[in-house]
């Protein structure tokens, strides 16, 4: 994670986290942590709450008849998780996730299972339409703590540049 004391008065910081455009580096590779162990729970919840109802998901009984035998996890809910996990590294100071593309899900993830995530930076550019801000672009990977790679996906953000974030202009 990509924190630092920033100086706000006489022996006074503010936390900062997340990266400026010019901070980001062509072939880098960011290892976030911490993990997470996914839970039953976990997945039945964000199944239900976001209507999907596909019982592989949230159906014991139904899942067990499956060539895996048991739910899996709601894929969406993994993008989800490794996503969030990638924020302090790669998007914490955004201001705008510009999408995800060539999302893939390359092998199944289970209750109990815990999962990490890196991201490596594959593009960046100036922004033509606003100035002091550019477009990162890294690929993703979530892997299983015995480094399985579950999932791979690109992912492009909006990135202020130095002096030009949110928190660098707000006195809170």
């Known amino acids: 994670m990509v924190s630092r004391a920033k100086e706000v008065g006489a022996k006074r910081y503010r936390e900062s986290a997340g990266r400026y455009y010019e901070e980001f580096e062509l072939g880098d590779v960011y290892e976030h942590r911490p993990g997470r162990t996914l839970t039953e729970t976990d997945n039945i919840?964000?199944?239900?709450?976001?209507?999907?109802?596909?019982?592989?998901?949230?159906?014991?009984?139904?899942?067990?008849?499956?060539?895996?035998?048991?739910?899996?996890?709601?894929?969406?809910l993994t993008l989800a998780i490794v996503t969030g996990m990638s924020v302090s590294d790669v998007s914490q100071k955004t201001v705008a996730n510009l999408g995800w593309d060539k999302v893939r899900l390359l092998a199944p993830v289970f209750a109990g299972d815990t999962i990490y995530a890196e991201s490596e930076v594959?593009?960046?550019?100036?922004?033509?339409?606003?100035?002091?801000?550019?477009?990162?672009?890294?690929?993703?990977?979530?892997?299983?703590?015995?480094?399985?790679?579950?999932?791979?996906?690109?992912?492009?953000?909006?990135?202020?540049?130095?002096?030009?974030?949110?928190?660098?202009?707000?006195?809170?």
Not at 47 to 73: C, R, W
Not at 137 to 153: L, Q
């Open 45 to 76: 919840w964000f199944s239900l709450l976001t209507m999907n109802q596909q019982p592989l998901h949230i159906d014991s009984v139904y899942s067990a008849g499956t060539e895996f035998g048991k739910p899996l996890m709601n894929s969406c």
């Open 122 to 172: 594959i593009a960046k550019r100036a922004s033509t339409s606003r100035p002091h801000h550019g477009i990162v672009t890294v690929r993703s990977a979530g892997k299983k703590a015995d480094g399985t790679v579950f999932m791979t996906f690109e992912r492009s953000v909006l990135v202020p540049m130095r002096g030009h974030a949110t928190e660098d202009k707000l006195d809170y």
